[in-house]
């Protein structure tokens, strides 16, 4: 019983590889032929087609979903619970993912419809509906269901913004509480979780528009600052790399190393916590990101699944530099948890003081966490409107809640919410991995036919 309490998700993931490997024949390895065109036309923004928002945007939007605490916390998870062999296994996932990625982006393009306000309809409960048939439509609101259900208990909001409080509980480290219905609030937490949640809604009130506008400037700061920091850390430890990836490949296949021996480290433990963080950080195979996707000012599906596809290679970067900075700094053989392991990685990393080191990590979070509120806002929304026919006084009161579970999220202790955004994780994708093998023979004969492969 509890192997089955502790591994439930492990046929999610099964389901979700092989449909990768699955899409990665049909496609004939096109995310090995044709990732440098996709990196080119990832570059190049485009307003031309129907949509809402220029393809640069609405990548943008997605980015910001996916670039979040799963980048940063949960690598660091990854590797603290199955060992540094979880970073192989991720990867493993990531690679067979992009065809996955590939073919989500060319369905949010190839069903989309507008709604009478110029509004797009798009992603997994479009491709179900206008791509599957009008039989298949209870699929389709179960996955809008779930989606929008996911964003505002899960992903979107609490686990994101709680993330946040504890990364300003580092620094500053509260010492005054106040009492909320019989609950011990830090003084930090209420007013972080007050300005947060106003923010958010001054931006997610303002509609795609504002979104899009706000993404388009934040997700790229935020990626180089990270990336160059960590970079930075990992210069730092360079001769410990070699190292690093040799511990990474022998902890991938073996149990039997001393280290593993001492940890309780297996090859079980490497795969599913690999492969589960790294669907969490990456997103390939739920079905989110085509929601955003299918915003674009685009009339080409094949340039939006490449577009989708090296989006992914960005979050598997962010990830493949998390890990080797947490196995660098030995912040994975600490007996610490989530958060506090990266910090502790920037602090012997940087050889900065380690508060400014910490100052430096937390800001890329919050950025992170931020923008993930804010995307994964649009992913709820679309679904929302999609399941009450686009009825304006449901999506508002929908984002208000929204933004209200924002701040519970960040005064409250959300442990629980963290493994509900696991589940509801899990279940999004069941629909979607179902519609991506339906319409796999169209996506295979458009794609070969148009980028002759």
């Not at 619970?81 to 970073?87: E, P, R, T, V």
């Not at 039989?135 to 929008?148: Q, T």
């Not at 090296?310 to 700094?329: D, E, K, Q, S």
């Not at 910090?343 to 992170?368: Q, R």
Request: glycine share 8%; aromatic share 12%.
């Amino acid at each position: 019983m509890r192997f089955i309490i502790n591994y439930w998700y492990v046929p999610i993931l099964i389901l979700i590889f092989l449909t990768g490997i699955v899409l990665t024949i049909k496609l004939k390895g096109i995310q090995f032929r044709k990732m440098g065109l996709a990196f080119k036309l990832m570059l190049k923004s485009s307003s031309d087609g129907t949509g809402e928002v220029s393809t640069f945007q609405a990548l943008c939007i997605s980015l910001s979903a996916t670039l979040g605490t799963g980048n940063i916390i949960g690598v660091s998870t990854a590797l603290a619970l199955g060992g540094a062999g979880s970073l192989f296994w991720m990867f493993i996932f990531a690679v067979v993912g992009l065809a996955t990625k590939y073919t989500e982006g060319y369905l949010a393009i190839k069903y989309r419809k507008l709604n009478d306000e110029g509004e797009v309809i798009g992603g997994p409960f479009a491709y179900i509906e206008y791509g599957m048939g009008k039989k298949y439509i209870p699929l389709a609101k179960i996955f809008a269901f779930l989606a929008a259900l996911c964003a505002v208990m899960g992903m979107g909001t609490m686990t994101q913004s709680n993330a946040m409080v504890d990364g300003l509980n580092i620094i500053f480290k509260p010492k005054h509480f106040v009492t909320i219905f019989n609950y011990d609030v830090s003084i930090l937490a209420l007013v972080a979780g007050l300005i947060i949640t106003v923010l958010c809604g001054i931006i997610l009130f303002g509609g795609l528009k504002r979104i899009s506008v706000v993404c388009e400037k934040i997700i790229p700061f935020m990626a180089i600052l990270y990336i160059c920091l960590s970079l930075l850390i990992i210069i730092f430890n360079i001769t410990k790399v070699p190292g690093a990836f040799l511990t990474i490949f022998e902890m991938a296949f073996s149990s039997k190393s001393v280290i593993a021996g001492i940890t309780g480290y297996s090859v079980l433990r490497a795969i599913t916590n690999g492969a589960q963080k790294g669907i969490f950080a990456n997103e390939a195979g739920l079905g989110s990101t085509p929601i955003a996707l299918a915003t674009a000012k685009t009339s080409s599906a094949t340039d939006e699944g490449l577009i989708s596809m090296a989006a992914m290679v960005i979050t598997m970067i962010v990830c493949l530099i998390t890990g080797l900075v947490v196995i660098v700094t030995d912040a994975w053989l600490n007996p610490l948890e989530g958060l506090y392991i990266t910090d502790y990685a920037f602090k012997e990393g940087l050889f900065f003081n380690e508060t400014f080191s910490s100052i430096l990590l937390i800001v890329c979070l919050c950025i992170f966490a931020f923008s993930s509120i804010i995307g994964w806002c649009v992913y709820g929304e679309k679904s929302v409107s999609y399941l009450t026919n686009n009825n304006k006084l449901i999506r508002k009161i929908y984002i208000l809640i929204y933004v209200l579970s924002v701040f519970f999220g960040a005064i409250l202790k959300v442990d629980l919410i963290w493994n509900l955004a696991d589940i509801f994780n899990g279940l999004m994708a069941i629909p979607n991995l179902i519609a991506l093998i339906f319409l796999s023979k169209l996506v295979q004969v458009d794609t070969i036919k148009e980028l002759q492969l």
